[in-house]
């Protein structure tokens, strides 16, 4: 028998969006992942893997209004988790994270190069969609904005230069470079292009600091794990040795921004 408090037409649980409240207060807290993108309406939900790195306050979270959430009477349709956010701000730049896309799409071009196919980087892309396209449908996630994450990975890829070219030269953007034909991949590069990401996010805010690891790592990876810390933790190194971007220090926080020509050095160097 069915609990009738349960039953969705109780005073209280019968209330219109309800259920839609609960998983947003749920996924706010750090407590439970979504995946939206086969069905928006009936999102696939499960527990967080890492619920420790779950906000211990409001005050972690912020709002649409800019709000810190401190008050306890904020509805819970305001409040959103900062890599929510981090994700609105790089949404309209072309740099949302697309993370199952991406990352099949990584996944696909390390096999391709691999086998020594020596593609031309447009080729390369277009057979990495259809390859990624068919692993993500046989996990059931292939409803993916594959046009935007190819763009996507493109450029990321020509931005950190991690494609060698022919002539054992990095392929950069450009008419010349979609042309050019793969023969291999720089070290680390997965780490590296997603630096562009984080690079993208700290051009468009000063408000990413030290205690947003976990943000970011569940902005690029959609799990706040050790492993995903770990990894945002070597894509912030790798623009700081590279002098893509500097830490500076903001009462007691250490925020991140790009290095710009006023930069004379880099607050803080780190050793490779």
Known sequence: MIDQRLAGNGQTTGSSGLVSTLIRIAEARGLIEVDRTANSKNPLIWPS???SAAPRSRSECVTLNGSTGEKPNDSPDQIQH???QFESLLKPAGMEPLTDARRALYDAIE???TADDHLTLDLLISRAKEQAKMSLEAAGKGNQPWSRAGSL???LLTTAAVLIGEEQRPIVAGWA???EKVTGLVESWRIK???????ALITLTDDVSVDDV??????LYRQRSD???ELVLKAVKHLLISDKAVEVVRGARRYLKPKTAEDDDPSIRIAS
Not at 193 to 199: F, H, K, P, R, V
């Open 214 to 219: 976990s943000n970011l790592a569940g902005l």
């Open 193 to 199: 292009a997603d630096a562009e990401i984080i690079l």
């Open 111 to 113: 096999e391709i190069v």
């Open 177 to 179: 470079g979609s042309l």
């Open 153 to 155: 990975v493109m450029r």
């Open 227 to 229: 492993e995903t810390r």
């Open 49 to 51: 893997r890492d619920t």
């Open 82 to 84: 900062r890599s929510r």
